[in-house]
């Protein structure tokens, strides 16, 4: 189950490529300062941004979920950005990837908030220069993000896409019993049990929950290789994972107990777009506070699809978005 400031000048310490691809979009990689609230240090983001940021149309920035996951499976949204000639931005979140870790902060709840990382997207948007003018698109925890950001009501901020976010933690641990349950008693017995005993380590368990990550998580098997590689991140540093989520998969134990922006919804003034799978865990009741408070919202489900619709219908998914973004 996965996923889920000073001046406005790019201090980009370096960039790590500039290159054209064969259709000669431009993609840039680099890292930014960081002054981490709460700690007397800097860290960096990494970003990369696919297309030209100061073209005339507005860029639109994407926040990655997990939380634990890196930016890579994000990219596939530049099938949005760029036959309409805008850029797409998308960055490690700080602890993650290729952004600086922080291993000594594990299980330090009041550190690993939604504040920090909401404090890490301005940073990034004024260091980019694009905080008056962006869209932002968030999946499944990073999406969490994203409404949490537009509650704050940025001026910058047009046109918002929640994918596979849950209006609330509880929601989504609801609807992933709902779906356990359902799982061939086999296959429940061992998560159960595991999950009970605290003991996740173990073939069994792996096993069961790849199965469970088959139905709801990504029916395209084997999994693309950019979530592949987003799982393989979040394991090889478990520090935000385990912070904010837990050890535990049908359960949530760490900073996200109890996370809710169903009270707060009502504030998202922008335009929105609620997506998600029929078999996700953000599953129809997870993402109807969403499109019962959210003023000027629509909703779109994708049949065929577990928690990664953007792969698993990647052309409907593309089309979709395409033509929300470009609506006036
Ligand atoms: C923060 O770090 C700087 C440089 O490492 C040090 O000079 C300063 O005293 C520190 N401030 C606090 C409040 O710890
Ligand atoms: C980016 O867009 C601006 C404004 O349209 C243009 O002047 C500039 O040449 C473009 N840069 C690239 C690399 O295409
Ligand atoms: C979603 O999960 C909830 C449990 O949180 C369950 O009650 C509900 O029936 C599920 N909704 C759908 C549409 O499957
Ligand atoms: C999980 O088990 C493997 C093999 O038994 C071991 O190498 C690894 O360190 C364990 N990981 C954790 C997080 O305990
Ligand atoms: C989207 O982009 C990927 C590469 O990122 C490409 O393989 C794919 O064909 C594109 N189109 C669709 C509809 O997914």
């Given at each position: 189950m996965a996923p889920f400031i000073y001046a406005p000048v790019i201090l980009a310490v370096y960039f790590a490529s500039h290159f054209a691809t064969s259709t000669s979009v431009p993609v840039v990689t680099g890292e930014l300062d960081f002054k981490i609230p709460t700690l007397n240090t800097t860290g960096k983001t990494w970003y990369k941004i696919i297309g030209n940021l100061t073209s005339h149309q507005r860029p639109l920035v994407a926040l990655h979920g997990g939380p634990g996951f890196d930016?890579?499976?994000?990219?596939?949204?530049?099938?949005i950005t760029t036959p309409r000639s805008g850029a797409l931005v998308v960055y490690d979140q700080i602890g993650n990837g290729r952004s600086t870790h922080l291993p000594n902060k594990l299980g330090d709840d009041s550190f690993w908030t939604d504040g920090?990382?909401?404090?890490?997207?301005?940073?990034?948007?004024?260091?980019?220069?694009?905080?008056?003018?962006?869209?932002?698109?968030?999946?499944?925890?990073?999406?969490?993000?994203?409404a949490r950001h537009a509650t704050s009501r940025p001026k910058g901020l047009k046109r918002l896409v929640l994918m596979s976010a849950p209006a609330s933690i509880d929601l989504w641990v609801g609807a992933g019993n709902v779906y356990l349950k359902e799982l061939p008693q086999n296959d429940q017995d061992i998560i159960i049990s595991n999950e009970k005993a605290g003991t996740t380590n173990n073939t069994d368990y792996q096993k069961a929950i790849t199965y469970y990550n088959t139905l709801h998580v990504c029916s395209i098997q084997p999994m693309p290789e950019p979530i592949a590689a987003g799982?393989?991140?979040?394991?090889?540093?478990?520090t935000v994972r385990r912070s904010m989520y837990g050890p535990l998969n049908f359960q949530v134990t760490g900073s996200l107990k109890g996370w809710t922006i169903i009270h707060d919804a009502h504030k998202i003034s922008v335009p929105t777009l609620v997506t998600h799978g029929k078999r996700d865990q953000a599953n129809q009741t997870a993402v109807e506070p969403l499109l019962k408070e959210i003023p000027n919202v629509q909703g779109v489900e994708f049949e065929n699809s577990g928690h990664m619709a953007h792969f698993e219908e990647a052309a409907k998914f593309t089309r979709v978005v395409s033509k929300f973004l470009s609506e006036a």
């Open positions: 930016s890579e499976y994000m990219e596939i949204l530049s099938n920090l990382f909401l404090s890490e997207l301005d940073n990034v948007l004024s260091k980019l220069g694009i905080q008056d003018n962006y869209d932002l698109a968030g999946h499944s925890w990073g999406g969490m993000l994203a799982f393989a991140v979040m394991s090889s540093d478990p």
